[in-house]
């Protein structure tokens, strides 16, 4: 994903239990000050980056003949150029 929108790659990580904790405080924090916003960091964004997932479309294309209309990255990039340009 980093290289789809020319950053470099991530060099470090944070133990699990520090950032559960991290985004544990932060959503209360953003609770108690009434923001109608969500952190940007919450238990369940921690929790989805444990994930190991591959999306793989093969069987829409055996079963309908389906083909993307880009690559992944492609598609990443492309979507990283669109939310900067909102910025």
């Known amino acids: ?3 789809a929108v020319n950053l470099p790659p991530p060099t470090g990580e944070v133990p699990y239990g520090v950032a559960m ?7 209360a924090a953003f609770k108690l000050v009434g923001s ?3 952190p940007p ?3 369940f964004v921690v929790r989805l980056t ?3 997932v ?4 093969s069987k829409a294309t055996r079963r309908l003949g389906w083909e993307p209309r ?3 990255l492609d598609g990443i990039a492309k979507f990283a150029r669109l939310l900067n ?3």
């Open 85 to 87: 340009a909102e910025s």
């Open 41 to 43: 960091l919450t238990p």
């Open 36 to 38: 109608k916003t969500p």
């Open 21 to 27: 904790a991290l985004a544990a405080a932060m959503e």
């Open 50 to 52: 444990k994930l190991r």
């Open 1 to 3: 994903i980093a290289k």
């Open 54 to 57: 591959i999306y793989d479309a």
């Open 70 to 72: 880009m690559a992944p």
